[in-house]
């Protein structure tokens, strides 16, 4: 069986989402349980027809529906230089939506 799936790029990445999935991208405005539509869809494959996108297909977009949001886990981010008394130690945190697919449309 050939699936239908679609390539979108959102907060600088790609993914190849199917209805149905669960991502994590970086943190996008939006309300547990709201719906969004994300435009930039780089390729669709609907049927096993493939249509791509320079650079993006026209007229496709992905929905989804915002699951949840938070925090990453923390990644420690340490400076040294030997001899001179230089150490810096920093933290972050990204932030992340966790989004389910509702539907791919061309």
Avoid: C, F, W
């Amino acid at each position: 069986m050939i699936d239908n799936y679609a390539v979108i790029q959102t907060g600088g990445k790609q993914y190849r989402v199917r209805e149905g999935d669960t991502i994590r991208v970086e943190a996008l405005d939006g309300n547990d349980g709201e719906s969004i539509e994300l435009n930039d869809v780089l390729m669709v494959s609907n049927k096993g027809k493939v249509e791509l996108g320079s650079p993006s297909v026209k007229g496709a977009k992905v929905t989804a529906e915002v699951v949840g949001q938070g925090k990453g886990k923390k990644i420690v981010i340490y400076k040294y230089k030997p001899k001179t008394r230089y150490r810096r130690k920093n933290g972050h945190r990204q932030l992340y939506t966790d989004l389910r697919i509702t539907g791919i449309s061309l």
